[in-house]
């Protein structure tokens, strides 16, 4: 039901009944949102339908027949942007191939995430919830088999399947899922939530209450979070924002104790016994948020090192860093530490937790270098999703990928993921003892332990 009225700030509610046939040919509305920063905007595509029934999904299938694995996308866009219905995840490429492919939109920032008295919490994670109940209880009649339905998703999507294993009320409605450039440590706990609730009804003279933010428009809502979003970024100081001081996303999931009852990270090899797993991120994720803004060109060695012990990477830490990297500029090395915090090592964290839980996992990187804005994003965070769902000829993505993107590549992850939606294996061997990961690029290949120097940084820190 559309979440308005009565219903904002609840708990997802059943769809009103309607009688004769409804039209559901064209994309619904989508979730009220900011646009994005400059510099992305003209990079991730973003779509805006009006409407209030924004609680919605797509499907794409091979035909109402037979029982055929099913794709379930959750989108990313740090929890405040996106939808399921951009042209990059259109699912035709996946029906093609054999695969019910089903894409949803989810409450985002503050309507979805906000932590405060007299509302559920993480309202856009119980909207997840409801909608892969719908595909439980319907894809049958669109070709699919509920019980072989993987959850997929990148950057805030793949923040969200890993928490979605942690959740009770998420339990039994998936068999795999693929996390690409997220993992199971970006949530934030209820206190860093309530204080981020509150920052948010002094900026608009409410009470902290959910009453307080039901007499706010949405629209006024939206760009107050959004203003707040900046000044955090701006000012990151974690003994005023938690866990949210080095991520800057200050609507992501929190530990409530109920909705979500711990960080993912720690109740993975309990939550995920049976259930298969791909993981992975991409080589230079975090030019995506230097590069086209301008930003890697101002960070100057103060603001390095502030950034590094914020992370909690001391001197001799940061001096591995350039010795790994002995070319790079303080803006380089900057974007190799937010890569490997934020995705890298959160994707390795969660393929070795499982891998002494006696669990395989399967991992990958993503490697292929976009030659856009001059070959400086290199393979950016959000790169890989054209050619996972095999859409190099979506116009709207060749402003990311670039005019001539390699199809061979897309060929080659794609047809991984259909293998591994279909059976639970990509095509090569799990990371174990030898840590494998299968590194896609214009020569896509197995590779053994990638940057051992720079793994071993992280640890006892993340």
Request: overall charge negative; glycine content about 10%; some cysteine.
């Amino acid at each position: 039901a559309a979440p308005v009225g009565d219903l904002r700030f609840a708990a997802p509610a059943p769809v009103p009944a309607w009688d004769g046939v409804r039209d559901a040919t064209a994309y619904g509305p989508t979730a009220p949102k900011g646009p994005y920063p400059p510099g992305l905007d003209g990079l991730l595509p973003e779509l805006s339908i009006a409407g209030d029934d924004y609680l919605n999904l797509n499907v794409w299938t091979p035909g109402t027949d037979g029982r055929r694995p099913v794709l379930v996308w959750i989108h990313g866009g740090a929890f405040v942007n996106g939808s399921g219905s951009i042209r990059g995840y259109d699912g035709t490429r996946f029906a093609r191939d054999g695969v019910v492919c089903v894409t949803i939109n989810y409450r985002l920032g503050a309507e979805g995430f906000l932590h405060v008295d007299g509302a559920p919490a993480n309202r856009g994670l119980l909207d997840q919830v409801a909608a892969l109940t719908w595909v439980r209880d319907n894809i049958a009649a669109f070709g699919g088999d509920p019980d072989t339905v993987t959850i997929a998703g990148e950057s805030a999507g793949a923040m969200s399947v890993t928490t979605l294993t942690a959740m009770p009320s998420a339990q039994g409605l998936f068999r795999r899922v693929i996390a690409q450039s997220g993992g199971g440590h970006h949530v934030m706990s209820a206190a860093t939530a309530t204080a981020v609730a509150r920052a948010l009804a002094e900026d608009l003279g409410v009470d902290a209450t959910a009453d307080g933010f039901r007499s706010v428009s949405t629209d006024r809502l939206v760009q107050a979070q959004d203003a707040l979003s900046l000044r955090i970024a701006a000012q990151p100081d974690p003994a005023v924002w938690g866990e949210i001081a080095g991520d800057s996303m200050a609507f992501e999931p929190c530990v409530d104790g109920d909705v979500l009852p711990a960080r993912p990270i720690d109740t993975l090899a309990r939550t995920t016994a049976g259930v298969d797993m791909l993981v992975g991120s991409n080589a230079d994720e975090a030019l995506l948020f230097l590069v086209p803004n301008g930003m890697i060109d101002l960070v100057a060695d103060d603001m390095l090192l502030a950034s590094a012990a914020g992370f909690g990477i001391d001197a001799a830490a940061l001096a591995t860093y350039r010795a790994a990297l002995p070319d790079a500029t303080a803006g380089d090395l900057l974007a190799a530490l937010v890569r490997d915090r934020t995705f890298w090592i959160p994707a390795v964290r969660m393929a070795e937790t499982r891998l002494e839980a006696g669990l395989p996992t399967y991992v990958y990187e993503f490697a292929w270098r976009t030659p856009q804005l001059a070959g400086r994003l290199g393979a950016a965070h959000a790169l890989e999703i054209a050619f996972v769902f095999d859409n190099l000829d979506d116009p709207e993505g060749e402003a990311f990928v670039g005019p001539k993107p390699p199809q061979h590549l897309a060929d080659a992850m794609h047809a991984a993921w259909v293998a591994f939606v279909t059976d639970g294996n990509p095509g090569w061997d799990p990371y174990g003892a030898a840590r494998t990961v299968m590194r896609f690029d214009d020569a896509s290949a197995v590779v053994h332990d990638p940057m051992p120097e720079l793994r071993a940084v992280w640890t006892g820190v993340r």
